[in-house]
């Protein structure tokens, strides 16, 4: 019984760990430089309340806390093209990115999110 806790624990954290790299991400200096050359598609999934404080100016917005966040977002977002996803730090955003992947959706995860957005620019 000793011996068994170790190992699920173990596993438990290279299953999340493996979860984590399968997810491509860039900074956000890395996601200026696609907006300024490019015409991306940009996914904010803060609540609206933080959406009010600032965002990045040609995100489109789907809380990721609302209940029909999948209707949202596959509705606005072309499953084509790579989707750039952010929240305010980072951990929401890489929930939404595996929810979409899951879905068929070539995602991208800021990492920093908002926060750092407006630290750089």
């Known amino acids: 019984m ?13 299953f999340n760990c493996s979860t984590q790299e399968d997810l491509k991400s860039i900074s956000t200096k890395e996601l200026k ?3 300024e050359k490019e015409n991306i598609q940009l996914l904010d999934v803060r609540t609206p ?3 009010k404080r ?6 489109k917005f789907v809380n990721l806390f609302d209940a029909d966040f999948l209707t949202k ?16 730090s980072g951990r ?30």
Do not use: H, M
């Open 2 to 14: 000793k011996k068994i806790v170790p190992l699920l624990f173990l596993s438990f954290f290279f």
């Open 33 to 35: 430089g696609l907006i």
């Open 49 to 51: 309340k933080e959406v």
């Open 54 to 59: 600032g965002f990045i100016e040609t995100a």
């Open 73 to 88: 977002a596959s509705g606005s977002l072309d499953k084509n093209k790579p989707v750039y996803i952010y929240c305010r």
């Open 92 to 121: 929401r955003s890489a929930k939404a990115s595996k929810i979409l992947k899951e879905k068929g959706f070539k995602v991208v995860n800021v990492l920093g999110g908002y926060n750092q957005w407006r630290k750089e620019n």
